[in-house]
T-cell receptor, first 113, second 113 residues
Framework: GENVEQHPSTLSVQEGDSAVIKCTYS??????FPWYKQELGKRPQLIID???NVGEKKDQRIAVTLNKTAKHFSLHITETQPEDSAVYFC????????????WGAGTKLIIKP | EAQVTQNPRYLITVTGKKLTVTCSQN?????MSWYRQDPGLGLRQIYY???????DKGDVPEGYKVSRKEKRNFPLILESPSPNQTSLYFC????????????FGPGTRLTVT
């Protein structure tokens, strides 16, 4: 079955710097890769996602890149701000199981002022 | 407003006393899921349902039951709660209308003494 590994488990960056979180997946049939953000005490919420027919997707300060050959995808946050502090989860889903997500273990992102 | 609701939000109970956590969504989603979240362990799936009357075990189903008699509701049942089921529980739903984005409920914090 699919396995998703996420690194690092904790990431501390200076405010204004960039942050990168990486995930690898094992099932080459996976075709949907979302990223969720969970602020302290809140529920996880989708912030960006990418499908396997696209190599990169951007939304303002956040972007996701996908390397199908290497089976890894990354979340990039530029010009980090205090409100970016949260736990970020990556996930993967395959074409014949569109609703079922396999989750990474999460990355706690700390933005230092 | 499109949403997933859970009740109760907080619950303190004693070992062995049966309880039910309700989950309801108003988005006509086919897929619903229950997760538990413990410190350092990310989101672990308990049970999921692809549609009415269809349920499947997730990664940690022991000690839990679910049912899906109506599309909108997916209750989580703990027949005989134990202290190791103390956790934060999230219900989530997804469907074609949401392009497979999983919408999470606000969470239920359960303490079993």
């Amino acid at each position: 079955g699919e396995n998703v590994e996420q690194h690092p488990s904790t990431l501390s960056v200076q405010e204004g710097d960039s942050a990168v979180i990486k995930c690898t997946y094992s099932d080459s049939a996976s075709n949907y890769f979302p990223w969720y953000k969970q602020e302290l005490g809140k529920r996880p919420q989708l912030i960006i996602d990418i499908r396997s027919n696209v190599g990169e997707k951007k939304d303002q300060r956040i972007a996701v890149t996908l390397n199908k050959t290497a089976k890894h995808f990354s979340l990039h946050i530029t010009e980090t701000q205090p409100e970016d502090s949260a736990v970020y989860f990556c996930a993967a889903s395959r074409w014949d199981s569109n609703y079922q997500l396999i989750w990474g273990a999460g990355t706690k992102l700390i933005i230092k002022p | 407003e499109a949403q997933v609701t859970q009740n109760p939000r907080y619950l303190i109970t004693v070992t062995g006393k049966k309880l039910t956590v309700t989950c309801s969504q108003n988005m006509n989603h086919e897929y619903m899921s229950w997760y538990r979240q413990d410190p350092g362990l990310g989101l672990r799936q308990i049970y999921y349902s692809m549609n009415v009357e269809v349920t499947d075990k997730g990664d940690v189903p022991e000690g839990y039951k679910v049912s899906r008699k109506e599309k909108r509701n997916f209750p989580l049942i703990l027949e005989s709660p134990s202290p190791n089921q103390t956790s934060l529980y999230f219900c989530a739903s997804s469907g074609q209308e949401s392009s497979y984005e999983q919408y999470f409920g606000p969470g239920t914090r359960l303490t079993v003494t």
